[in-house]
Structures are given as structure tokens and as C-alpha cells.
């Protein structure tokens, strides 16, 4: 083992192996083991009693980053799975670091290991976290951005385990601003957030190609908006979570519909007109969908005709009664503003007597 030793530690140094051999050449035969022993002895001496050389950290390296893979002070540089390997470790004790400038200037301190098992890496103001950090959470998230008083403040981005990702602004540890959300199956939201939530204009746009725009609140699609399907549907108008609500729906075919809707059917009154067909509109009462009550249908050629119907089938031909032409309602005229597509108020229900 000694003899092995030596010629490790001789390779550490330039020309030392040159020098061993002459001097082995050089010893007599009934001595050379004793000697090669000494020599090792001896080299492994001066090998170890010279620095280990370790790769440097760059002269801007804040002082007290002793981990490797902290190249510089840009935190996108830092190593991830140095900091990792941290998580769930044995808290910090703050008390045995040196202390930070408590003034305005936020300064650097080596990773520490939270209360919580959750790793930080970045700048702080006294004792709180504040400035430019990483953080890695115990359910395996990961942040990268701004900090104030402790808590995400600011300009961040947000990985997640679930392949789940955000981007945006923070306010007390909350999304609140500007901010898209990226999900793992593809979707994804670009808008408005309040304390986590969506709230006010924003953009979805799912995996399919289906793209929704309009007005949030309380992360439901709320107010006016318009959904484009990957189908070719196009809906423009009111929505409460759902297509429901007074609007205008368009399908591929031509058709199309004016007046009121209930989770994503026709529903109320409302006007269909066809592109092709002997039918060119109807207009009356839909229940889910369904025809449901007195209506008034247009042919193609220019007649009228007036039926009344029970969800969906035709009941009874009522054209030549006086009075369902009385009975007919107006239909739900749409007017545009700034506020979106909106319809005269909801009229009430008739019935041919």
C-alpha cells in the first residue's frame, strides 16, 4: 500500500515520476525495497501536505457561497440540484450566519434550509428573505424571482411537480397582475389575477385549438367574452361559467342563433336561421335546446308558419288561428357596445289560447 501511495502522490507532481525511476535505477539490488518504500514514504508526505486545487468561484461571487455550481450572482446560474439535494434538511440556525445589511441595499447569504424543510438561495434585508432568490418548496415546486418581506413579491416564475408552470407577478405571495399559467396537458391561461385568481380580461387557449376571450371573475368565465371551438363554433356574448346567457352562436354550416342560452343550449327565445334548407328561420321559446312552445317559421319561399311544439316534437299547426299571430313575441334584436354583445331584456313566456 505504501509503495502504491507513493507513486499516486508523485503523479500529482511535474517530473516527479522521472526523478523515482532514476533513483530506483540507481539503488542496489539487495536495498531497492527498503529504499522504494522510504521514497514513497516520502513523496506522500509532500503530497499531502500541498492544497488540494479546487476549482475557483468567479471574483463577483458574493462571499460565503461555499456550494459547488454557483458560477455567478445571476440566479438562473445557481445549481438546482445542489440546492435540492438540501430539501428537508436541518432547518438553518440564522443566529450562526453572518449578518446581512438591514438597509435598503439587500445583500447575499450562502443556501439556507427553512423551518419547513423548503431551501432559499438569494438576498436578504436583516432576516428576511428580500431581493432576487430561489426557492424550493417541500411539495417539490420551484420559484425563481423577486422577494419582499419574506414572501414572493414581484416578478416570478413558478415550476411545479405536476409539470404545471406560472409566470408573472406576485403580490404577498400571491398571483395578482399580469400572469399566464401553463398547464402540463397543453392549456393554458394569459391574464389578470387577484389573490390566485382570475380576475378580469384574460385569454385561455386549450389543447384542441379552442380559444376563449373575455371577462373572469372569481375564475370562472364571467361578463362578456367570445369562445371560439375547434369545431367552427363560434359563440359571442354573455357568459356565467358557461355559454349562458345572451349571445350569438355561429356553426360551420351557417346556421345560426340569436337570443338565449343555459349551459352552452339554446334555451328562452331566440331566432335560428338556416343557410340551406326549406326552412330560412324560426323564432320562439327553446327548452334545453329543444323547440318548446308557439313558433314562427319563414320557408325559403316565402311563407309563414306558426306551430306550436313540446320538447322538440311538433304538437299542432296553429297558422290559420288569428291569435297566434298576435301571440308571436319579438324576437331578441342584439345590440353591440363596448361591454360586449348584448339582447333587449327576456320576454315573457305566451301560449295560444
Keep these: 500500500m505504501g509503495s502504491g501511495n507513493g507513486i499516486l502522490g508523485c503523479l500529482r507532481r511535474r517530473g516527479s515520476r522521472a526523478g523515482h525511476e532514476k533513483r530506483i535505477r540507481s539503488s542496489a539490488a539487495d536495498n531497492a525495497s527498503s529504499e522504494s518504500q522510504a521514497t514513497a514514504k516520502s513523496k506522500q508526505s509532500e503530497s499531502d501536505s500541498r492544497p488540494v486545487e479546487e476549482k475557483r468561484a468567479p471574483a463577483d461571487t458574493p462571499k460565503g457561497f461555499v456550494m459547488t455550481g454557483f458560477g455567478n450572482n445571476d440566479v438562473e446560474e445557481w445549481d438546482d440540484r445542489a440546492l435540492a439535494s438540501l430539501l428537508g434538511g436541518k432547518p438553518t440556525n440564522l443566529d450562526e450566519l453572518a449578518e446581512t445589511d438591514a438597509s435598503d441595499n439587500a445583500a447575499w447569504r450562502v443556501p439556507v434550509v427553512l423551518s419547513d424543510g423548503s431551501v432559499y438561495c438569494g438576498q436578504w434585508r436583516g432576516r ?3 431581493g432576487t432568490g430561489k426557492h424550493f418548496a417541500m411539495d417539490g415546486s420551484r420559484y425563481v424571482g423577486s422577494f419582499a418581506n419574506d414572501l414572493y413579491d414581484g416578478a416570478g416564475e413558478v415550476k411545479y411537480m405536476n409539470g404545471d408552470s406560472f409566470k408573472g407577478v406576485f403580490k404577498k405571495g400571491l398571483r395578482n397582475g399580469k400572469g399566464v399559467i401553463t398547464y402540463s396537458n397543453g392549456d393554458m391561461f394569459d391574464g389578470n389575477w387577484r389573490n390566485n385568481v382570475r380576475q378580469g380580461f384574460g385569454v385561455e387557449r386549450f389543447s384542441d385549438g379552442s380559444v376563449y376571450m373575455g371577462m373572469f371573475k372569481n375564475n370562472k368565465r364571467e361578463g362578456a367574452g367570445e369562445l371560439r371551438m375547434s369545431n367552427g363554433v363560434v359563440y359571442e356574448g354573455t357568459f356565467d361559467n358557461d355559454v349562458t346567457g345572451k349571445g350569438r352562436m355561429v356553426w360551420p354550416t351557417g346556421e345560426s ?3 338565449e342560452f343555459r349551459n352552452g343550449y339554446k334555451h328562452n327565445y331566440g331566432v335560428t336561421t338556416y343557410r340551406t334548407g326549406p326552412v330560412l328561420s324560426e323564432k320562439g321559446p ?4 329543444r323547440m318548446h ?7 325559403r319561399d316565402g311563407h309563414v308558419l306558426r306551430c306550436i311544439y313540446q320538447n322538440g316534437k311538433l304538437v299542432e299547426d ?4 288569428k291569435s297566434a299571430a298576435k301571440l308571436m313575441a319579438p324576437p331578441p334584436v342584439p345590440t353591440v357596445d363596448a361591454g ?3 339582447l333587449v331584456d327576456e320576454l315573457p313566456d305566451n301560449k295560444v289560447v
Design 128 to 130: 428576511v428573505r428580500h
Design 257 to 259: 342563433y340569436v337570443g
Design 286 to 289: 327553446y327548452a334545453m335546446g
Design 293 to 299: 312552445g308557439l313558433f314562427e317559421c319563414v320557408m
Design 318 to 321: 296553429v297558422t290559420n288561428r
Design 340 to 342: 360586449g354583445l348584448v
